[in-house]
Nanobody, 123 residues
Framework: QVQLVESGGGLVQAGGSLRLSCAASGSIVSINVMGWYRQAPGKQRELVATITSGDSTNYTDFVKGRFTISRDNAKKMAFLQMNNLKPQDTAVYYC?????????????????WGQGTQVTVSS
């Protein structure tokens, strides 16, 4: 089965930086889009950034110029470098990957989510 595991969250002061990592494991054939989402208390989960297999990136307006998404296809990993963090960036950050995997003698396509990693930015 496919699993995504995030790491790198923590507590940081406003203006500081964190780097999140997401590692995928399992019978993965290829990974299409990798993305980071976040969910603050009492709010819906929202898109932060995505990166395609061709390295095209997309950022939501509130992180442009501060966050950078990247990927390592050989290691099946996604990264989110977060600089100049603000208290409003406080949330649980989730990794998402759209991928093709092998299961039950067949190739399948699905989206998978990690368990989330907490990012807390103090003022």
């Amino acid at each position: 089965q496919v699993q995504l595991v995030e790491s790198g969250g923590g507590l940081v002061q406003a203006g500081g930086s964190l780097r999140l990592s997401c590692a995928a494991s399992g019978s993965i054939v290829s990974i299409n889009v990798m993305g980071w989402y976040r969910q603050a208390p009492g709010k819906q989960r929202e898109l932060v950034a995505t990166i395609t297999s061709g390295d095209s990136t997309n950022y939501t307006d509130f992180v442009k110029g501060r966050f950078t998404i990247s990927r390592d296809n050989a290691k099946k990993m996604a990264f989110l470098q977060m600089n100049n963090l603000k208290p409003q960036d406080t949330a649980v950050y989730y990794c998402n990957m759209g991928l093709i995997y092998y299961s039950g003698s067949a190739y399948r396509h699905s989206d998978f989510w990690g368990q989330g990693t907490q990012v807390t930015v103090s003022s």
